[in-house]
């Protein structure tokens, strides 16, 4: 993701673009801007702190156009897009909170979260740029919300960061980019508040599909004219903007979605009146599918709501019913969600009943795992240009599934397996009676050798089906919560996943069924290959020219 500049008379444009880069540690943190008066690329704040491209309006519309409804037609993706503009256009309200940083690298995915990318390249519209690559010239700076801004160094987890790897989220704004955006539109300023809308015209920022390289995945930016022509450290109006993802990216843009389901046994003998799930990993407050214990007793009312200021990518998931419809303590209850991330898990789950009383239930968390190592060499940051390679390759040493407890210390038991590729299956397919059906049919590995798994709180156990030992990462290998299973034939598959979990203080059975390695909402197939094909045709012109 770096940056391009093409000055004339009075116009400027920057185009940004974001690739797969590989993960460097690094320390402090800081932000980056545009400059209009060097040739860095980058702001020198401290001396011009006016000197950054910025919108003038109180309220921009953006719109999709045809190319992108042709790339990606499913409307799960457009919602994520819709998700990217929301986090900007709260972020004037929104509290910087405990966490710096959201991002999240759970594994690798053969795919390119859409909203992560957007999220980024909205910053890039908004008039932002690459803390890590602004390092080269000494042109990061923490704002504290006073001038003069103080020059630091990039954390090297920004969401502004100039790469993200496939399979990995960064999809919620930090400290980083929250500071910036106060800086450059902050009440006060000469934008009060900044309001994004979507219109079916021609929006003041495009979205649309392009094609690249195979290392690229998207850029953005947009069209700027000096504020002063006499004086370029006033900065820049930015006039229109855009955001381009790349159709032929080398690995796809798109989302991975995770479905699962849990049969509550409650032990207590008490009713239930509500039940309370809270999940990390997505600020999306609306699961794709939730299930609500379809049956005699159902619960009426599903909500969510954020879970707090310093847990941003927590949801509160609350399933309520009437007093005059508590469910008996008799009965199995079967709640389930599905969410917009492949990597999100359970952090607590709450039985509530009748009189106000509650009881921790022992639910599990599970997805897709994977332990890489970088095998290459970044391409070297420099200064802005068109766009910029993937970075360091690299290689999956290990990969299968892990199991997640909640908050509370969690017996695991009754692991079984089965492969279930091309039978499309939904959240409301897992079940005990799916299970049956799968067990008559020969389907279901039961796996003995698992036996019984103690869970601290918050703990995990990692199913290996490919991989040693050796391939694990130090500190899986020193906690030993891990199965060697050589299971390859499972890898790339849509597998059905069931355990049985047991709070080891408090009470209740849990059933928990999953559905991994499900496919990802990609280009469509057919775009995508007259894309790429037009992409070949342009590198032979230029060839030939």
């Known amino acids: 993701m770096k ?11 920057a185009v940004v673009a974001m690739a797969c880069l590989a993960f460097v540690p690094s320390a402090a943190l800081g932000f980056a801007t545009f400059s209009g008066v060097d040739d860095s690329g980058f702001s020198d704040l401290a001396t011009n702190p006016n000197d950054y491209p910025s919108w003038d309006l109180t309220n921009l519309t ?8 042709a790339a990606w037609p499913n409307p799960l993706v457009k919602d994520q897009v819709r998700l990217a503009f929301s986090q900007w256009d709260t972020a004037n309200a929104t509290a910087n909170g405990a966490v710096y940083s959201y991002e999240r690298t759970t594994g690798w995915q053969p795919f390119g979260d859409i909203r992560s990318i957007v999220v980024h390249e909205l910053g890039h519209v908004l008039g932002m740029q690459h ?3 602004a390092d080269n010239f000494n042109r990061n700076w923490r704002y504290n919300g006073v001038t003069p801004v103080t020059l630091v160094a990039d954390q090297n987890n920004e969401m502004m960061r100039s790469w993200i790897n496939p399979g990995d989220y960064n999809h919620v704004l930090g400290h980083d980019e929250l500071d910036a955006f106060r800086y450059m539109y902050s009440p006060g300023g000469p934008v009060q508040n900044l309001n994004f809308t979507e219109t079916t015209g021609t929006g003041n920022i495009v979205i649309s599909a392009y094609t690249n390289v195979p290392n690229n995945w998207a850029e953005g930016g947009g069209s700027a004219a000096w504020r002063n022509p006499a004086d370029h450290s006033q900065g820049m109006r930015f006039v229109d903007g855009f955001v381009r993802l790349n159709s032929a990216s080398g690995q796809p843009l798109g989302l991975r979605t995770l479905g699962i389901n849990w049969d509550y046994e409650n032990i207590g003998g008490q009713p239930t009146r509500n039940f309370i799930v809270r999940t990390t990993g997505t ?4 699961p794709l599918f939730h299930y609500d214990n379809n049956g005699p007793h159902p619960f009426t009312t599903f909500v969510t709501m954020p879970a707090g200021v310093d847990s941003k990518d927590d949801i509160s998931h609350i ?20 969410q917009d991330v492949w990597d ?4 607590s789950a709450t039985v509530i009943h009748p009189g106000g009383g509650s009881t921790a239930a022992p639910l599990l968390g599970m997805h897709d795992w994977s332990h890489t190592i970088v095998t290459g060499t970044p391409a070297a940051a420099g200064g802005p240009s068109p766009t910029s390679d993937m970075g360091p390759k690299t290689t999956v040493l290990a990969r299968g599934f892990r199991i997640a407890a909640s908050d509370i210390a969690t017996r695991v038991f009754d692991l079984a397996l089965a492969c279930v590729d091309d039978m499309g299956l939904g959240l409301d397919d897992l079940n005990r009676g799916m299970l049956l059906q799968l067990r008559r049919n020969d389907m279901v590995e039961d796996i003995p050798d698992f036996g019984e798994q103690l869970l601290a709180p918050g703990s995990d156990f990692i199913i290996v089906f490919e991989g040693t030992e050796d391939d694990l990462p130090p500190d899986v290998q020193k906690n030993g919560n891990f199965m060697i299973l050589n299971r390859p034939e499972y890898l790339d598959q849509e597998l059905f996943v069931f355990a049985k979990s047991m709070a080891l203080e408090g009470e209740g059975v849990v059933g928990t069924y ?19 094909l037009g992409a070949l045709g342009l590198v032979a012109r230029r060839r030939r020219t």
């Open 131 to 133: 803390p890590d690559q």
């Open 319 to 338: 399933w309520l019913t009437p007093e005059a419809y508590d469910i008996p303590d008799s009965e199995i209850i079967h709640v389930g969600l599905e």
């Open 3 to 13: 940056a391009s500049k093409k000055l004339s008379a009075n116009l400027w444009t």
């Open 283 to 286: 600020n999306n407050p609306d």
């Open 62 to 69: 953006y719109s999709f156009d045809a190319s992108f409804d």
């Open 344 to 347: 999100w898990s359970v952090v």
């Open 514 to 532: 999953a559905l991994l390695g499900t496919g990802v909402i990609v280009p469509e197939p057919a775009t995508l290959a007259l894309l790429c």
